[in-house]
């Protein structure tokens, strides 16, 4: 589905199935160096099971256009623009790692337009190492092989996530270059990374959430690891938020190294 978006092109996968104003909608916003893909499973299922799709590419990333954002607050406005674009009232937004900072701060701006919060390999802070700054600005495929080091637990998902036998290992650093060289303007890489590592409005905007939050968290994730996620998770607590917690003993891709378990935990918490 192609929407045009603070005037820009924008490309939202639906998961096959056409967009109906009568049923509810949810946003899926993938983090750095990847795109709507990342979310095939999930995004298929509640395509099928009476929900609206937007899994989008974030604004000069593959198939969209636009300037790429350079700070979270800027992927939360396009967030927010993109439901007016779609003509959605309310919405639950899913975000994963950059994605979460994104859909969190969204949700905090927002607030009664969405109706569920879903934070996928989260931290906040969501600090960067400057080796890793470094590399993604002056060597961008050390730094894509640095990444997927840190994320990854498993080299082959179970069946339900690719296909049996995929080696995500390898899909996801193909990934990783295809979304780089999407944009010869700019290094997105770099861009999301420092957008990342800059955000300093997380507590307060858990704050200011107004719906349901679930935190999905790894356990073995070396990017944003669960304890960096604390925080985060007391300050909601602290608020008196409807929250939900659950971690898995996999890496940052929850997506692709626990598929079903992630659609579950999804589906849980969106029809509870």
């Known amino acids: ?12 996968y639906t998961g096959g199935k056409a967009f109906d104003a009568a049923k509810p909608t949810i946003v899926f916003v993938h983090g750095v160096l990847n795109d709507h893909s990342v979310w095939g499973l999930q995004s298929r299922y509640f395509a099928n099971h009476g929900f609206n799709v937007l899994a989008v590419d974030l604004p000069g990333h593959c198939k969209s256009g636009g300037e790429a954002p350079s700070t979270v607050e800027e992927g939360a406005e396009f967030v927010g623009a993109l439901l007016d674009a779609a003509g959605v009232k309310r919405a639950a937004l ?19 337009r969405v109706t569920h919060l879903a934070l996928i390999g989260t931290a906040a802070p969501m600090k960067v190492s400057q080796a890793l700054l470094d590399a993604s600005l002056s060597n961008p495929e050390k730094a894509i092989h640095m990444i997927n080091v840190f994320s990854r637990s ?8 690719l296909g049996p036998g995929t080696w995500v290992w390898g899909a996801g650093k193909a990934l990783n270059r295809r979304v780089l060289r999407s944009n010869a303007k700019v290094n997105v890489f770099h861009r999301g990374f420092k957008a990342c590592d800059s955000y300093a ?4 905007a858990i704050e200011q959430v107004t719906c349901p939050i679930l935190f999905v968290l790894g356990g073995v ?3 944003t690891t669960p304890k960096a996620a604390e925080p985060l998770i007391e300050r909601a607590r602290a608020a008196g938020k409807r929250l939900q917690v659950v971690r898995m003993p996999v890496g940052h891709h929850q997506m692709t190294e626990a ?8 589906k849980d918490f969106i029809r509870a």
């Not at 589905?1 to 939202?12: D, E, H, I, K, S």
């Not at 498993?154 to 996530?161: G, K, Q, R, V």
């Not at 409005?201 to 307060?204: D, L, R, Y």
Request: contains cysteine; glycine residues 6%; aromatic residues 4%.
């Open 221 to 223: 994730d070396q990017m």
């Open 259 to 266: 598929p079903d378990q992630t659609l579950q935990a999804l």
């Open 1 to 12: 589905m192609q929407l045009t978006v603070n005037g820009a092109p924008t490309f939202c």
């Open 154 to 161: 498993t080299l082959a998902p179970p069946p339900s996530s």
């Open 201 to 204: 409005n997380a507590e307060k």
């Open 94 to 112: 899913v975000g994963h790692s950059w994605g979460s900072l994104i859909s969190l701060e969204a949700a905090s701006r927002l607030e009664e």
